[in-house]
């Protein structure tokens, strides 16, 4: 745009832009009003982060999923947390075969490139447990034996922060596994018109065209890692971070897993805008969902009704972004 | 029109007739168009010498090669050679009245003599040889070329190169060289047309061509950017070294013309009684003050001093009476000198000094002028730093006449008052006496400050400039005469009127004179006239000295007011709102320029990128967000209306590719980065009503 030179990684981000655009508007086909969800989702997505959904039953969660599966030609599972939940039943078993005379492992359900852990809170923590570990280091370990989840590998979590009876909130370093925290939300009224009216015959998931094979979200995924950060902005992520480890309101601040988080999802972001180099922007735009549900109030704070994305918009309205590079 | 064809054996062209040089007129029209050139371009020499002696020098000079040439041109050319350098060495004779045996010697040294002589020079043979040579040279070249060739203006050439080294040699003489200039033009243009083989009356076309290129010439002349500068070759020119003009110091002579007072000396004829000054002695070795003046030759002028403020001119007609030495008296700073022969002055002092001893009876004119500073002048005035004119002997003295020094100078807050307020102490702590020993020693002044307290104005002067120089001040010793008796106005000045003062040089003020030497300089009787300068002098030092300057004149009320100073500038209500109003319409002015110069600088400072920043800047100025610091560009973009932001998005895209994008921006970004910027100037103003705008542009904001 600026420069003849730059012509190349612009261009290909012109593309990665082209190709989210196309991925966001198939999955708004079914996901109405939301615009702002999916792109977060897809941020996880092409950040190569797992995403927590915390929102009242039908708002759409599983639905978002199941979209974003349908749209890069990708397997998906659905997990359906519930107390009596054993970790086997997500990443599989080993069974004798008496025909080989040997264990074989049986792939859980956990083995696909999108799950959706429904309602991942009424689980048992030693279950959760077993799919953060797998979210984290994307490999089930049974017998000794590694095997590794497909890729790409993006875990939808949900849970419903009204209904908590008989629940296990996730602890908070078990929070910190996830890239973002977001809420889908009611649609507003003209969008739940439309929904209205395209059912029954409107679009469903099983018809949405596939947009993006898995090879291609593999591509974008490693184009997104090589947009440029200025130092600067570095500068800014870490003295965001940093701002939320001395902050009075808060108990524990934004982990270097956070920076690390922060970073990976506005180098998506800026691709997604047809950058190849990333902006504060960026980075003040995903604070709140990369940054928000790794931080813990202390008690005062929870007693004003202080909330983290309320810390983090002080935090951003009084933080210099950075002048030059 | 005749075709002309060269010889077969080299020797002058001939034409179709067989006459050679083309018709006999032509030829002849052209040697005295050269033998004209060559003149004017000689008598260039006008500003070196001024008088007829010049033409003397350049007319037989620039006339009898043309004759030769007229003569001889058929003839072999090593025949009009020889026959041109024995009639120039005939050409001497009158010059020199007579065989010159040195005039070779003279010849080689002449240039030099002329670079060291300021103008006008005196039109001595062994000055004049040097015009006299070069315009002979230049006509000889010039009319050979003539008649030899068949060029149109190459025979003038050589005269051209003689008015350009007369221009050289004059550039410090009076007078312009541009009526030459035009003249030389006329001929050239005459030489040129002549030459072209045109019919006569061809010729006739060309006279008013002629001389409209003579106007122009004169017109444009001054207007060429040398004529405003032009090179001297004075100022390259090395100076004679020092000399000592004289067997016995001026200075030494003061006592023992005070012992014998009523010997004539000279007379001086002027409209005012001044202090006549004979030597200047700027050099002390601690046991005599010597002159470290370099004399050059003039013919009369001597350059200004320092001073260039008000002056009166005062002319004076001296004649000597038995007055030794060569150096020759003349008041305060004489700028003009009639009447010597054999002149030489020091620039640097303005001293004359004569070439030979003159008799009884010599006269001679001098004009000066006469200093009259202000005394807003005097009090501003500070010395001028000169190593030289502040050294002081090595020895245990210095010690003792600076700490004297300090004492009378103490409370002195201007050089000038420590300057008054030192000769006030000599003038008071000793006295004169003509029985003094002699001498200006560091011994013999130690001993004539710490012991006897009485000398002569050798000793009150000597003093005075090794104390000045102690305190900074550059100083140096004068040796002259008080104004004589007045008689039919006419001074005698007599040997009893030697004086001696001292002189301190400030910075654009020159050589201020102290008369450090009591009663009135050393005057015996009531007859003698006291100059005005030392009256002046006498004045001041009363008024620049502790004690005098507060005690009210006679007949003066005291101010009222308990001791209150009377004010000296306008009111207090008038300063506070002058101030104020100043103040005011200073910050108004500020207010309108400072966010136009902000803008512009950082429009056109070098560097792309930094353009691109200074139009981001320059726009969040516009939008009033200077200070906010935490707003991104897409915030700042999210704050504005549709008719802004359609402008501040694309110049934020290119903001942050500047600050972010690994990559150089290039010219043309920077370029559109301004049109957003302007295009959102534009929208602001156009929403922001005129009173709102003032306000902010007033807050500076």
Redesign the interface.
């Known amino acids: 745009m600026y420069n003849e030179q730059t012509q190349q990684p612009q261009q290909l981000a012109a593309q990665f832009a082209q190709r989210f655009q196309m991925l966001a508007q198939n999955i708004e086909r079914i996901i109405r009003g939301k615009h702002e969800a999916i792109e977060l989702a897809l941020i996880c997505l092409f950040s190569e982060g797992h995403l927590l959904i915390e929102d009242v039953p039908g708002t759409g969660k599983t639905t978002l999923a199941r979209s974003i599966a349908a749209s890069v030609d990708a397997e998906w599972r659905r997990i359906q947390f519930t107390p009596d939940l054993l970790p086997s039943d997500i990443t599989g078993v080993s069974i004798f075969n008496q025909a080989h005379q040997k264990f074989e492992f049986h792939q859980g359900p956990v083995f696909a490139n999108i799950v959706l852990a429904d309602e991942i809170n009424r689980a048992s923590p030693k279950t959760q447990s077993a799919l953060l570990e797998v979210m984290e280091e994307r490999r089930v370990t049974v017998d000794a034996e590694p095997h590794p989840v497909p890729r790409p590998f993006l875990v939808v979590a949900t849970q419903n922060p009204v209904d908590m009876d008989g629940t296990y909130p996730l602890p908070e370093a078990q929070l910190d596994r996830f890239l973002m925290r977001i809420s889908v939300g009611y649609p507003d009224h003209v969008s739940e018109v439309e929904v209205l009216k395209g059912m029954p015959t409107g679009p469903q998931v099983e018809r949405l065209p596939v947009v993006a094979r898995a090879s291609d979200v593999a591509g974008m995924i490693e184009f997104a890692t090589r947009i440029h950060v200025a130092d600067p902005v570095y500068d800014y992520i870490v003295a965001l971070c940093g701002a939320t480890r001395t902050n009075p309101h808060l108990r524990l601040g934004a982990s270097p897993r956070g920076s690390l988080a922060l970073l990976r999802a506005a180098r998506v972001k800026a691709a997604a805008a047809g950058r190849h180099y990333v902006v504060p922007e960026d980075v003040k735009a995903l604070a709140v969902p990369v940054i928000a549900h790794r931080l813990i109030l202390t008690p005062e704070a929870e007693l004003r009704e202080v909330t983290a994305a309320h810390v983090l918009g002080e935090l951003l309205a009084g933080m210099p972004v950075p002048q030059a590079a | 029109m005749s075709r002309r064809r060269a010889e077969p054996n080299g020797g002058p062209p001939v034409d179709e007739t067989g006459r050679a040089g083309g018709p006999v007129w032509r030829r002849l029209g052209g040697l005295a168009l050269v033998a004209a050139v060559t003149g004017v371009g000689g008598w260039g020499f006008h500003r070196v010498f001024p008088g007829t002696e010049l033409l003397l020098a350049v007319v037989p000079a620039a006339t009898v090669p043309a004759l030769v040439a007229a003569l001889t041109w058929r003839r072999p050319l090593w025949l009009a050679l020889v026959l041109d350098l024995v009639l120039w060495f005939a050409g001497t004779v009158p010059l020199y009245k007579g065989i010159a045996p040195g005039l070779l010697g003279d010849l080689a040294d002449s240039w030099r003599a002329l670079l060291t002589t300021l103008l006008p020079a005196q039109p001595e043979p062994r000055l004049l040889v040097l015009a006299h040579t070069l315009v002979w040279a230049a006509a000889v070249v010039g009319a050979e070329t003539l008649t030899r060739t068949r060029t149109r203006v190459a025979a003038a050439v050589p005269g051209l190169v003689v008015y350009g080294v007369a221009l050289l040699f004059g550039v410090d003489g009076e007078g312009s060289n541009l009526p030459l200039a035009a003249a030389l033009v006329v001929l050239i243009a005459a030489l040129a047309l002549l030459r072209d083989d045109r019919p006569a009356l061809w010729l006739l076309a060309g006279v008013p061509a002629a001389a409209a290129l003579a106007a122009v010439a004169l017109v444009a002349g001054p207007l060429l950017p040398i004529a405003a500068e032009p090179y001297n070759p004075r100022d390259d020119a090395e100076l004679p070294p020092p000399v000592r003009v004289d067997s016995v110091s001026p200075l030494d002579r003061v006592s023992a013309w005070l012992q014998i007072p009523d010997r004539d000396l000279f007379t001086v004829k002027a409209a005012k009684p001044l202090n006549w000054r004979l030597a200047v002695l700027d050099r002390y070795d601690g046991v005599r003050w010597t002159s470290g003046a370099r004399f050059q030759p003039t013919g009369g002028r001597v350059p200004a001093g320092d001073w260039t403020g008000k002056a009166q001119t005062v002319r004076q007609t001296i004649t000597f009476s038995g007055l030794p030495g060569t150096w020759l008296p003349g008041a305060e700073r004489p700028v003009e000198v009639d009447g010597v022969r054999g002149l030489a002055v020091d620039p640097g002092s303005g001293a004359l000094l004569a070439a030979s001893r003159p008799v009884k009876g010599f006269t001679y004119e001098v004009t000066s002028r006469v200093a009259e500073p202000s005394k807003a002048d005097l009090l501003a005035a500070t010395p001028v730093d000169d190593p030289a004119l502040t050294a002081f002997p090595a020895g245990p003295q210095e010690a003792m006449f600076r700490k004297l020094a300090q004492q009378a100078t103490k409370g002195a807050d201007v050089p000038i008052k420590q300057a008054y307020r030192l000769q006030s102490y000599l003038r008071t702590s000793a006295t004169y006496d003509v029985t003094a020993p002699p001498g200006h020693s560091l011994k013999g002044l130690e001993f004539f400050l710490e012991t006897t307290h009485r000398g002569t104005s050798e000793q009150f002067a000597s003093t005075f400039a090794l104390m000045a120089r102690t305190l900074g001040l550059p100083s140096r010793v004068v040796v002259g005469f008080r104004p004589g008796q007045a008689s039919d106005g006419i001074y005698h000045v007599k040997s009893g009127h030697v004086m001696a003062w001292a002189e301190i040089k400030f910075d654009k003020l020159g050589w201020r004179p102290f008369y450090p030497t009591p009663g009135r300089g050393g005057a015996k009787d009531d007859h003698d006239v006291v100059s005005s300068a030392l009256k002046e002098s006498e004045e001041l030092e009363g008024e620049f000295t502790q004690g005098t300057v507060n005690k009210p004149k006679a007949g003066q009320k005291p101010t009222g007011g308990g001791g209150r100073k009377p004010s000296a500038g306008p009111p207090l209500w008038v300063i506070v709102p002058a101030v104020g109003a100043g103040v005011l319409v200073v910050y108004a002015g500020a207010a309108m320029v400072l966010p136009w110069w902000r803008r512009r600088a950082r429009r056109s400072v070098t560097g792309a990128e930094r353009r691109v920043?200074g139009a981001w800047s320059q726009t969040c100025d516009d939008l009033g967000l200077k200070g906010e610091?935490?707003?991104?560009?897409?915030?700042v973009v999210a704050r504005h209306p549709a008719d802004i932001s359609a402008h501040l998005r694309p110049l934020a895209?290119?903001s942050?590719?500047?600050?972010?994008?690994?990559?150089?921006?290039?010219h043309e970004?920077a370029d559109a980065a301004w049109r957003h910027s302007d295009a959102v100037r534009q929208a602001v103003r156009a929403r922001t009503p005129l009173k709102t705008r003032l306000r902010k542009r007033l807050l500076l904001r």
């Open positions: 920043l610091r935490a707003l991104t560009a897409e915030d895209d290119i942050n590719f500047v600050r972010y994008a690994p990559d150089d921006v290039a970004a």
